[in-house]
């Protein structure tokens, strides 16, 4: 069963970036589109964007355009999502999760990020 | 975007009770609807998606219904484990993906 792996938990000053990761444990990672979603504390799921390895093209949601960038990494296998500007409304556990079939079926264990001065 | 809207915004039911939530699309999404359960400090779960098919191993208590803008999820005999959000979410807008605002379903 293919697992997403994402890396710990960040806390960040207002205006900075963080670079949050995510790994397939196995499987054809060219194959995959991957999605990040972001879940503030309390809060419903909120799409920000995926890439997609195997055409190398990425989609963001219109609020966070210019702000986050999405990219994954053939050689290992590791997907990205970096959101610059730090705002304390960007504090949220981020999910990448797989798209298949035009569903999130696989997600990772999330990432908090805090944005706090 | 397609804005999606659920109702309730939350819910109380006891063990054994027949439940349904409602996902309204702010336009047509034929049948690119999928829904979700979340607990709490855990990652969403997909149970439904094309608006009527069942994810291999949820349980069959669980039913979708429904196409064009309004969507129904049915619980029908709920269990204890079944108290969680739910989550409606539209795949017909790509390369944009919307979520319903949640629907905390609570014990009475």
């Known amino acids: 069963q293919v697992q997403l792996v994402q890396s710990g938990a960040e806390v960040k000053k207002p205006g900075s970036s963080v670079k949050v990761s995510c790994k397939p444990s196995?499987?054809?990672?060219?194959?995959?589109?991957l999605s990040w979603v972001r879940q503030a504390p309390g809060q419903g799921l909120e799409w920000v964007g995926r890439a997609i390895p195997s055409v190398g093209m990425t989609h963001y949601a219109q609020k966070f355009q210019g702000r986050v960038t999405i990219t994954a990494d053939k050689s290992t296998s590791t997907a990205y999502m970096e959101l610059s500007s730090l705002r304390s409304d960007d504090t949220a556990m981020y999910y990448c999760?797989?798209?298949?079939?035009?569903?999130?079926?696989?997600w990772g264990q999330g990432t908090m990020v805090t944005v706090s001065s | 975007d397609i804005q999606m809207t659920q109702s309730p915004s939350s819910l109380s039911a006891s063990v054994g009770d027949r439940v349904t939530i409602t996902c309204r699309a702010s336009?047509?999404?034929?049948?690119?609807l999928n829904w979700y359960q979340q607990k709490p400090g855990k990652a969403p779960k997909i149970l439904i998606s094309a608006a009527s098919t069942l994810q291999s191993g949820v349980p069959s208590r669980f039913s979708g219904s429904g196409s064009g803008t309004d969507f129904i999820l049915t619980i029908s005999s709920l269990q204890p484990e079944d108290f969680a959000t739910y989550y409606c979410?539209?795949?017909?807008?790509?390369?944009?993906?919307?979520f319903g605002q949640g629907t905390r379903l609570e014990i009475k």
């Open positions: 196995g499987g054809p990672f060219s194959s995959y589109t």
């Open positions: 336009q047509s999404i034929y049948i690119y």
């Open positions: 979410q539209q795949s017909y807008s790509t390369p944009s993906i919307t």
């Open positions: 999760a797989r798209e298949h079939t035009r569903t999130f079926d696989i």
